[in-house]
């Protein structure tokens, strides 16, 4: 069973602190997603990655930034939370076949105080 | 600019047959998405349109007009567990999805 594993489903951080989002695949696809996701809003991208080192901004890319050393590891990186940040993060791989269905993590909830 | 849309909340009744509709306005197209999201959970996929027509699995369908810029999921025998948000999104030219806000659907007994 393909399997997209999220740190932390629930997190509380303060303003100013540094937040880490990690997210692991088992399906060795090359391509990982973050997204956040708002009431009423349509998912948005912040981050994708093609390959191992590689990365691409997305729509919404200030105030984070990724790293993926490793081709099952995907990590968002908040260098300095804000209350604006506080939302529902998800990560989603997808391989290269006909459709290229995107298959979603559980989802991180961070709450920014 | 680039938009999907779809309605933010529909009820149905338990049994009954339902149609969420999804217009879109895109820069390009290269397939429309149909995501099930239950509350609390991961978004999972249901369904891929390309082409034209009318894509049948099971108790649901998904229909793609690329002339007209719509589609609809059509979920037949509904059940209680298909209480859920239904998310629509666009592959654009540059295989990018856009994503619509999703819409609620619940089901009543």
């Known amino acids: 069973d393909v399997k997209v594993t999220q740190s932390s489903r629930y997190l509380v951080k303060r303003t100013g602190e540094k937040v880490f989002l990690e997210c692991v695949q088992d399906?060795?696809?090359?391509?990982m997603f973050w997204y956040r996701q708002d009431p009423g809003l349509g998912l948005r991208l912040i981050y994708f990655?093609?390959?191992?080192?590689?990365?691409e901004k997305g729509d919404i890319p200030e105030g984070y930034s990724v790293s993926r050393e490793k081709k099952e590891r995907f990590s968002l990186i908040l260098e300095s939370a804000s209350t604006n940040q506080t939302s529902m993060y998800l990560c989603?791989?997808?391989?290269?076949?006909?459709?290229?269905?995107?298959?979603f993590g559980e989802g991180s909830r961070l709450t920014v105080l | 600019g680039q938009n999907i849309d779809q309605p933010t909340e529909m009820t149905a009744t338990e049994g009954a047959i339902v149609q969420i509709n999804c217009t879109y306005q895109?820069?390009?197209?290269?397939?429309l998405f149909w995501y099930q999201q239950h509350a609390g959970e991961a978004p999972t996929f249901l369904s891929y349109?390309?082409l034209d027509g009318l894509e049948e699995k099971g108790r649901f369908s998904s229909f793609l007009s690329r002339s007209k810029g719509y589609s609809y999921l059509l979920l037949k025998e509904l059940q209680m567990k298909d209480s859920a948000s239904y998310l629509c999104?666009?592959?654009?030219?540059?295989?990018?999805?856009?994503w619509g806000a999703g819409t609620k659907l619940i089901i009543k007994p």
């Open positions: 989603a791989s997808a391989g290269t076949g006909f459709a290229g269905e995107l298959f």
């Open positions: 399906m060795d696809h090359e391509n």
């Open positions: 990655s093609y390959d191992v080192k590689m990365k």
């Open positions: 895109t820069s390009g197209f290269n397939g």
């Open positions: 349109n390309v």
């Open positions: 999104a666009v592959k654009d030219s540059n295989y990018q999805l856009i």
